[in-house]
């Protein structure tokens, strides 16, 4: 089993900053791309950002230059550095990891249980 747990999630003011951490644990060979969305409320789960394990990383057009993802591939967590954040901003943060549990797997995605941020105007 793959478990993946976030932190780092909270009330801020807007113009604040917050950095969220995912940390996966389990049966793990491997993960391939990690990456973080968010939901708010009455609205569909979309894209943060994604990062493959060589670094690569993609960002919704919109948080392009306000959030930043990483990765410590040695602890299999992700973060999230998020900036200059604004009210609607405001959503749950859910973490994914695509996870090899054997070599010849090709991977399965893995959630997390998602963390509240909120942004106060």
């Known amino acids: 089993q793959v478990q993946l747990v976030e932190s780092g999630g909270g009330l801020v003011q807007a113009g604040g900053s917050l950095r969220l951490s995912c940390a996966a644990s389990g049966s793990i060979f491997g993960i391939n791309a990690m990456g973080w969305y968010r939901q708010a409320p009455g609205k569909q789960r979309e894209l943060v950002a994604t990062i493959t394990s060589g670094g690569s990383t993609n960002y919704a057009d919109s948080l392009k230059g306000r959030f930043t993802i990483s990765r410590d591939n040695a602890k299999n967590t992700v973060y999230l550095q998020m900036n200059s954040l604004k009210p609607e901003d405001t959503a749950v943060y859910y973490c994914?990891?695509?996870?090899?549990?054997?070599?010849?797997?090709?991977?399965?995605?893995?959630w997390g249980q998602g963390t509240q941020v909120t942004v106060s105007s």
């Open positions: 994914n990891a695509r996870v090899r549990r054997t070599s010849w797997d090709s991977g399965k995605d893995y």
